[in-house]
């Protein structure tokens, strides 16, 4: 029973890879450019491209479960071809912004949710987890900080639960290994919720050194965010963290309440990628 595991260039992917090559189970890993892959001795390789169905058969060959990374391309093909080769089982690395009122006009919620809307029409058992901000997402601050440059943000007391790429990636070895969670739809989150400004005082308490905070107006994050992605993203990440500037976040599944296992930290996780904050 091979188990295909999609975006395996990805930190979640190649966690799962991980795990499973570790237990000792027959994995996978497919990419668009399975050359570049860094896996464990003994994981296959394969070709997956998403607008190229012809790479499908060959990737979706003996495998009974697939990890799937949320892309609409080609989505309803690659459904087809994953039910001709006796797929059984499809674990989804969705995201929480589905479940929000314009999900389907989101730019960010709606990729997601046509990959979980596609999977529910057909014949696969599917388990959609649908983790909240990555703890990693703070790797967007290692510019300034490494600087010594303040962090400008038009919503500094935003409030998340931020999770850690490691807990996302227990989760998924446990779906994709028990029935425990075979056809259901998680929230994941951390165990805590952290406003922008708490999380910069936490990697500020880490790396030992001071990291201002300096407020700044929605037009100006919007001038900023837009040099680096498209407009209506950067209107759907400050429309989700003006939501979250009014409260705690709420919390959702976690390593706790799923395996058993104490959630890690962002504390945790700003000691691990502490050097990622450090100018070279």
Same mark, same amino acid.
């Given at each position: 029973?091979?188990?295909?595991?999609?975006?395996?260039?990805?930190?979640?992917?190649?966690?799962?890879?991980?795990?499973?090559?570790?237990?000792g189970?027959?994995?996978?890993?497919?990419?668009?450019?399975?050359?570049?892959?860094?896996?464990?001795?003994?994981?296959?390789?394969?070709?997956?491209?998403?607008?190229?169905?012809?790479?499908?058969?060959a990737a979706?060959?003996?495998?009974?479960q697939?990890?799937?990374?949320?892309?609409?391309?080609?989505?309803?093909?690659?459904?087809e071809?994953?039910e001709?080769a006796?797929v059984?089982?499809?674990?989804?690395?969705?995201?929480?912004?589905?479940l929000?009122?314009?999900?389907?006009?989101?730019?960010?919620?709606?990729?997601?949710?046509?990959v979980?809307?596609?999977?529910?029409d057909?014949?696969?058992?599917c388990? *959609?987890l649908r983790?909240? /901000?990555?703890? =990693?997402?703070? !790797? $967007?601050? @290692?510019? +300034? &900080?490494?600087?010594?440059?303040?962090?400008?943000?038009?919503?500094?007391?935003?409030?998340?639960?931020?999770?850690?790429?490691?807990?996302?990636?227990?989760?998924?070895?446990?779906?994709?290994?028990g029935?425990?969670l075979?056809?259901?739809?998680?929230t994941?989150?951390?165990?805590?919720s952290?406003? *922008?400004?708490?999380?910069? /005082?936490?990697? =500020?308490?880490? !790396? $030992?050194? @001071?990291? +201002? &905070?300096?407020?700044i107006?929605?037009?100006?994050?919007e001038?900023?965010?837009?040099?680096?992605?498209?407009?209506?993203?950067?209107?759907?990440?400050?429309?989700l963290?003006?939501?979250?500037?009014?409260?705690?976040a709420?919390?959702?599944?976690t390593?706790?309440?799923?395996?058993?296992?104490?959630?890690?930290?962002?504390?945790?996780?700003?000691?691990?990628?502490?050097d990622?904050?450090?100018?070279?």
């Open positions: 029973m091979t188990i295909l595991i999609t975006g395996a260039r990805g930190k979640v992917g190649r966690a799962v890879i991980d795990r499973l090559h570790s237990a189970l027959p994995v996978r890993a497919a990419s668009a450019r399975p050359a570049e892959l860094t896996v464990p001795a003994g994981v296959e390789t394969a070709e997956l491209v998403l607008d190229r169905p012809e790479t499908f058969a979706l060959r003996g495998v009974r697939v990890f799937l990374y949320p892309q609409p391309a080609g989505i309803h093909d690659l459904i071809a994953a001709a006796g059984e089982h499809v674990v989804l690395l969705s995201s929480s912004s589905v929000a009122p314009d999900a389907e006009s989101d730019p960010l919620a709606s990729h997601s949710l046509k979980e809307r596609a999977l529910a057909s014949g696969l058992t388990t *959609f983790p909240d /901000a990555f703890a =990693s997402n703070s !790797l $967007g601050w @290692a510019w +300034p &900080v490494g600087r010594s440059m303040p962090v400008q943000l038009a919503y500094p007391d935003a409030q998340i639960a931020p999770i850690h790429p490691e807990d996302i990636a227990d989760i998924a070895a446990l779906a994709l290994t029935d425990s075979t056809g259901r739809a998680l994941l989150t951390g165990s805590e952290l406003s *922008f400004r708490e999380q910069l /005082a936490v990697l =500020s308490q880490t !790396l $030992g050194r @001071a990291i +201002p &905070v300096e407020h107006t929605r037009a100006e994050a001038e900023q965010m837009g040099r680096h992605m498209p407009a209506p993203m950067v209107s759907s990440l400050l429309d963290w003006e939501a979250a500037d009014h409260g705690p709420a919390l959702g599944e390593t706790e309440t799923l395996l058993g296992v104490p959630a890690r930290t962002y504390r945790q996780w700003a000691r691990e990628n502490a990622a904050f450090t100018a070279r």
